[in-house]
């Protein structure tokens, strides 16, 4: 059984119907040939952008000169409204003073001392779930109640019940429909002072996130003063000062980190835990080892647990590789450069596509199919060493990589402990991009108490 995975369009078709596919979804617009080639060129009458499948051209991209391959700026275009001036968009000095302070965060001792939050999280999840017993649930909204949920345990200590934390999530849930990962004027070369086409939805809803988020944060920055701040992922983060500058986050700027935490910390968790539950409900055998595994550590609420369920985190890890939740990277080259013998001019488009080298033909053995015991092979271990990047790579990796790893098996764990999943006959996802690698008209599941299941 292959689970899903979207009809490519044909390999020729015109400019015109290229973007038309393109705007509706970026996935189902490319051709069938791209998970078998080495590097394609596509060319606009604005720009030409190179995708590039070859490992040591993503190694170069990535990890050896990534200061000459920026992020493009038209990937910003359309996420500008919500994102600011965050981590997510910036380059350069910028974008390294941000890193020096975000990064002490997430470090591995940081991510023990939230355990506590995340638990609490995800038992609030299997609760809401096991109140559900017997019904058949859309699981991409449960599952971004429940990353929603650890983002802000975590990162300003309030369950998502909290009145701020549950209108943010809300107006979220209308922004990510609305905004695709590219607008159109990721196409045209539109002069800085011109104004960008948002759509009237996206840039209210954005308004309200960020003016939500803002709230939060002139809270937070005066239990700071007061000397009565949580210690939280927020506190850390917004006391740290950068080791080369001394200066710290203000207030505006901490508004945009905020803003990429909750979409990468929220969207991206929930888009890989909704596909889990998927295939896990797709292949009951792999989720009955997953019960199993869990059943052997028993009842441990402590950080120590994750140290045995080494099969769920490698269904956790199949899933991010089938459904990576950020599809496509762009970044732009500086200068003048020479790819598989093609000569590069300075500001081409450099797509790096995890959609696409997840699943390349000549890189994995049967790529599209759900199989977590290829992290237990030296296949798979090699295959993941040249073609895995769900958290990107290199200096540019997700600061919250580790955390996710966490999170996800986390949830994981408790949900299938307690219940078992099904799928839906005849309601099989499509997949789409929309911020992230979400299903066309959501993930609809069964689900059953464990104990009371056949």
């Known amino acids: 059984m292959i689970p899903p995975k979207p009809v490519a369009r044909p390999d020729k078709v015109s400019l015109w119907r290229y973007l038309r596919l393109f705007r509706a979804d970026i996935l189902s617009a490319q051709p069938a040939r791209l998970y078998r ?71 591995r001792g940081r991510l023990k001392e939230t355990f506590p939050a995340m638990h609490a999280a995800a038992l609030a999840a299997r609760d809401r779930l096991v109140a559900r017993a017997g019904e058949e649930v859309e699981i991409e909204e449960e599952m971004s109640h429940a990353a929603a949920d650890v983002i802000f345990r975590t990162l300003f200590s309030i369950p998502i ?80 000062p950068d080791p080369e ?59 120590s647990m994750l140290s045995g369920l080494s099969f769920t985190r490698d269904v956790f890890r199949e899933a991010l590789r089938l459904y990576p ?48 015991d290829r992290w237990q092979s030296r296949a798979g271990r090699e295959a993941a060493r040249d073609a895995y990047l769900p958290f990107s790579a290199g200096p540019r990796v997700c600061p919250g990589a580790g955390f996710a790893m966490v999170e996800g098996p986390l949830i994981l764990a408790l949900l299938v402990k307690h ?7 005849g309601a099989e996802p499509v997949p789409v991009a929309h911020l992230t690698v979400r299903s066309r008209n959501g993930i609809r599941i069964r689900i059953a108490r464990r104990d009371l299941a056949s």
């Open 37 to 107: 080639a080495w590097m394609a060129e596509f060319r606009t009458p604005f720009f030409r952008s190179y995708l590039c499948n070859d490992p040591a051209l993503v190694d170069l991209v990535l990890k050896e000169r990534p200061r000459d391959f920026p992020k493009s700026d038209r990937v910003r275009e359309g996420l500008a409204p919500l994102l600011g001036r965050s981590v997510f968009v910036t380059n350069g000095a910028e974008w390294e003073a941000q890193r020096r302070i975000i990064d002490p965060a997430f470090e």
């Open 161 to 240: 019940e909290n009145r701020i934390a549950a209108e943010v999530f809300r107006e979220f849930r209308g922004y990510q429909r609305a905004q695709p990962l590219l607008n159109l004027a990721a196409f045209l070369p539109l002069p800085a002072l011109l104004p960008r086409f948002h759509a009237r939805r996206t840039r209210a809803s954005a308004r309200a996130i960020r003016g939500l988020i803002t709230r939060l944060t002139d809270e937070r920055m005066a239990a700071i003063h007061a000397g009565v701040a949580p210690d939280d992922l927020a506190t850390k983060i917004m006391t740290t």
């Open 245 to 303: 500058t001394g200066a710290c986050f203000n207030t505006a700027e901490m508004v945009d980190q905020v803003a990429i935490f909750f979409l990468a910390g929220h969207e991206t968790s929930a888009s890989a835990l909704a596909w889990a539950l998927y295939l896990l409900a797709l292949f009951p055998e792999a989720q009955d080892r997953v019960a199993a595994e869990v059943a052997m550590i028993g009842d441990r609420p402590d950080f």
């Open 325 to 372: 939740p950020v599809p496509m990277m762009v970044r732009e080259n500086r200068c003048p450069e020479r790819f598989r013998d093609r000569p590069l001019a300075p500001g081409a488009q450099i797509v790096l596509s995890p959609w696409h080298l997840h699943r390349h033909e000549r890189i994995w053995d049967q790529p599209d199919r759900f199989d977590p």
């Open 419 to 425: 219940l078992r999943f099904a799928p839906v006959e």
